[in-house]
């Protein structure tokens, strides 16, 4: 009797279950917006008190397919169809026929079910086959945050070497949805999600840590090759996505069907080292093309110099002493008065560019020859032919032999203009500072 009442059992289960699963059903999916990348499909509507298996999809159900969304048909865990547009399929020869499908006739489609109920008494009164529904996400997934953990190394075309740090996000889109399913979730139950995928800035899952190894590989082509300034990157998104895109594309299409579709970046860091180095090379080309801002800066560091001998109450007069012996000797001083000397020349050259005529009427007056013509213009006397005497040099003359020199360094070897001498009141004679090379006093 145990094993009759088993076999009933089982007759009763299978048949109900069976008829049960004949009802034709509808599937869709609502948006799976930024979070899901794969939902299984559920029946979304069913005739009258079906309690059918959602694992079986019966021959003539309706699948609605929304925009922005792929749809993969499993039977028995193997995609056997899928589609990447959007709109309305009917799915055809199920391993579960319908009764109502209509297809083959009613006779025939009892047969099918007398066979497949044959099947479910075998396996216990259980369903021997597993149909599903999928939906993939084919949006652009947006806002992936990404940061480097250690500063990248990045070939400045005017830095040379620096260190950076980036932070930014960068954006995937699933391109070829059997792959994506086959290789990364294959038949889930429920949802697989974005996280289960990428992961987090703080926890990142294998695709992350492959995207900000990439990096490295990104900034040397930006920099190398382009020429691109490591302050102009962000400007340069562009290029940034196409760099990414031929490191990470060709990887992750063929074995997760992913490619990389828009990268920004929103911050970029040199280290403290770099950093430093950068501001001193900027400060460099500021003297450079600015003559008068190297001699205002070289002023400002004697002078900063000399306040801070001032304030040492225990050596104020020996500090300031030493600034004086060392103007005396070219060193200090000298570079205070090279500066001046710099400067003073330079707003002389540019008031003499700015009012080139001035000069003009003191020219019209012409010279007087030692014959006693006036007024001759050229090198020559207009009236006895006697050349122009040359003007007598004006200025200092330095030690080289140099004449004429009007600033306070020789325009021929460049040494500064000799101080000159005075003498204390202690009797110390050739000082040439501006404190007594014996007492320290200063010059009166």
């Not at 299978?14 to 917006?33: H, K, M, N, P, R």
């Not at 002023?299 to 900063?304: A, H, K, S, V, Y």
Request: hydrophobic share 35%; aromatic share 8%.
């Amino acid at each position: 009797m145990g094993l009759i009442r088993n076999i009933v059992g089982a007759i009763g289960s299978s048949i109900s279950s069976t008829v049960a699963d004949q009802y034709v059903e509808f599937f869709t999916c609502d948006s799976l917006g930024q979070d899901v990348l794969v939902r299984q499909g559920a029946a979304r509507m069913q005739k009258g008190n079906n309690k059918g298996n959602v694992d079986v999809i019966s021959n003539g159900s309706k699948i609605a397919v929304p925009e922005g969304t792929a749809l993969l048909l499993v039977d028995n865990g193997k995609v056997v169809d899928f589609t990447c547009e959007a709109g309305m399929y009917t799915w055809d020869s199920s391993s579960a026929p319908s009764v109502f499908a209509g297809q083959g006739g009613f006779m025939d489609n009892m047969k099918a079910i007398v066979g497949e109920t044959w099947n479910r008494m075998k396996a216990g009164g259980e369903i021997s086959t597993q149909q599903r529904v999928y939906f993939v996400n084919m949006l652009e997934i947006r806002d992936q945050k990404f940061g480097t953990p250690t500063a990248q190394v990045y070939p400045d075309p005017e830095y040379r070497k620096i260190y950076v740090r980036l932070n930014g996000v960068f954006s995937f889109k699933v391109v070829d949805p059997v792959t994506f399913f086959k290789t990364q979730c294959s038949s889930v139950v429920g949802e697989y999600k974005v996280g289960q995928f990428m992961g987090t800035p703080a926890s990142p899952m294998q695709p992350r840590l492959e995207f900000l190894d990439r990096v490295a590989e990104m900034l040397n082509k930006c920099g190398s090759i382009d020429k691109i300034s490591f302050a102009e990157l962000p400007s340069h998104q562009g290029k940034i996505r196409e760099y990414m895109q031929d490191a990470l594309d060709q990887e992750w299409l063929q074995n997760r069907g992913v490619v990389v579709s828009t990268v920004a970046i929103s911050g970029i860091t040199p280290d403290d080292k770099s950093r430093e180095r950068i501001e001193k090379i900027d400060e460099a080309k500021m003297y450079g093309e600015d003559q008068n801002a190297l001699a205002a800066q070289a002023i400002l560091g004697q002078t900063e110099a000399m306040k801070l001998a001032g304030g040492n109450a225990n050596g104020a007069v020996n500090g300031l002493m030493g600034i004086g012996m060392m103007g005396g000797m070219g060193a200090g001083g000298g570079m205070g008065q090279a500066a001046f000397g710099m400067l003073q020349q330079n707003q002389q050259a540019q008031m003499q560019q700015a009012a080139p005529m001035q000069a003009a009427p003191a020219q019209a007056a012409g010279w007087t020859c030692s014959c006693g013509q006036a007024g001759n213009q050229g090198k020559f006397c207009m009236n006895c032919g006697q050349p122009q005497p040359a003007p007598a040099p004006a200025g200092w003359t330095c030690s080289c032999g140099q004449a004429g020199n009007q600033g306070k360094f020789c325009m021929n070897c460049g040494q500064p203009q000799p101080a000159a001498e005075w003498t204390c009141s202690c009797g110390q004679a050739g000082n040439k500072g501006k404190f007594c090379m014996n007492c320290g006093k200063p010059q009166a």
